[in-house]
């Protein structure tokens, strides 16, 4: 065993005993009767659940779970906007040791379809809002179980659709099944954009969700008294092992929201006297319309230390980098140590980085190159990406380096800045988008002969798609612009529809196989909002 193994054994050691059910436990015995769970929608009362009442629902919703024929390594779609019920059910996903699969609440049936049929998931849990969208694309799930509310809000479930109430699937009389301490246990699935033209599966073990919560905790210094507020999607890596599995680990408060609103964010801050978020530039840029009170924040986490906010909101801003691969983050700067404006910060101690020149050479201060980490896979870094082999295996090189594909500048004092992606992908507000799964929609309508889509730089959302085409025989230009834009919205998630069709007779080539992007993105102006 070279010292490489030694080290990634002496990792999954100091994992023996911890799954997601030790670490509520923990939280549990430490202060049970503390808010775990604060629930602010934008209609009805707000709910608060304590750390015992967490634990106690999600094991009552995974013993009902378990009636229904759901057992252990069987995979369970969540399609939710933030709510209580998301959490419980995530929860009560791992209490059963069945594998939560979240989705994207954006996707349509065409995702969906392909999530379902990819994990063979026997059940899926949803709002009323989605439930017709679930019942007609997972057609191979056994049971559908649908909430009384949309995050709070009223909904209709249409007659035809069989369906359990979440509130009957509660079961507090029977016991679960013995489930044993096993780190290595899966944990859940999320779905991200690759440079093919389905998205990836990404595979969690417990350890991997323990990892999360733990590292995230310690990288933003959390405390005992807390207080998030959580408007960040619960579907992605971002809310999920950053703010969710962070604040339970360290045993604080999380504020939850449906999603971000910017005329409640201050009065909840205030009222709940919150001391961090995590965020997105974005976020930054709509609340800079409006007034900022006195607060209690200690800091946000926008992902850059975009200083040129603190005159205005008096807030530290925190610089970090990660990806649904890594769990938590690989680059981060420190609450103490913001570093210059722009920065991610530097390379965490519990991974290990490269920044690489084209030749594999490493990069030395003032360059820029492609970044790739290393960690222990199904610890530090996800298990697989799940019934996918080649995409695993493709992603790592022989001696483990995971490619990321992002391009990193270190500065001449080493702290590191991030410049873009070096794989085709586009970055629409907070998610990765693939220009090759886009393409392939705008292929398969059987208009044009040739296709590309590039990013359009836009203020608010760094970017959106549009697409550069070249019609296979003659048509009206506004009717071929609408026919793709309507291909590409019903098999697309909204983010991924292109906001214009640009038609051409060529594209232009930088060698004969491949399409020169930047040449295409040099024609688009920026999209002022």
Known sequence: MDLKQQIDETRLQAMEGMDIPWMLEQAVSRSPEKPCLIWEPFEGESITLSYRELQMKARQLARGLHNLGVKEGDFVILHMVNSPEFVVSWYACAELGAVAVATNTRSVARDLRYFSRHTEAVCAITQPSFANLISDSCEDVSFLIVTDSNAGQAGVIPEHIDYIPFDEVYD???????????????????????????????????????????????????????????????????????????????????????????????????????????SIPFVLQALSKHPVPDHSYRFWGPGGNFSEYFPQFNVPMLGWWGMTETLTQGIVSDVHHLGPTGTIGRVADEYEIQIRRDDGSLISPGEDGLLFIRGVRGVSMFKEYYKNPKATEDSFDADGWFDTGDIIRMDTNGWLFFVNRAKDMLRVGAENVASSEIESVIHSSGLVEECAVVGQPHTMLDEVPVAFVVPLEKFDVDELKSRIIAICSENLADFKVVRDVYVVESLPRSTIEKVAKNVLRERLPKIEV
């Open 172 to 278: 507090s009389e029977r016991s679960l099944p013995a489930l044993s301490r096993d780190p290595q246990r899966n944990l859940s699935v999320q779905f991200t954009s690759g440079t093919t033209s389905r998205p990836k599966a990404v595979l969690w073990t417990h350890a991997n969700g323990v990892w999360a919560g733990k590292l995230s905790a310690s990288h933003m210094r959390l405390r005992f008294d807390d207080i998030t507020l959580v408007y960040m999607p619960l579907f992605h890596v971002n809310a999920q092992g950053y703010s969710m599995l962070a604040t339970h680990w360290s045993g604080g408060t999380m504020v939850l929201q449906p999603k971000f609103s910017a005329s409640r964010f201050w009065p909840l801050s205030l009222k709940y006297r919150v001391t961090w978020a995590s």
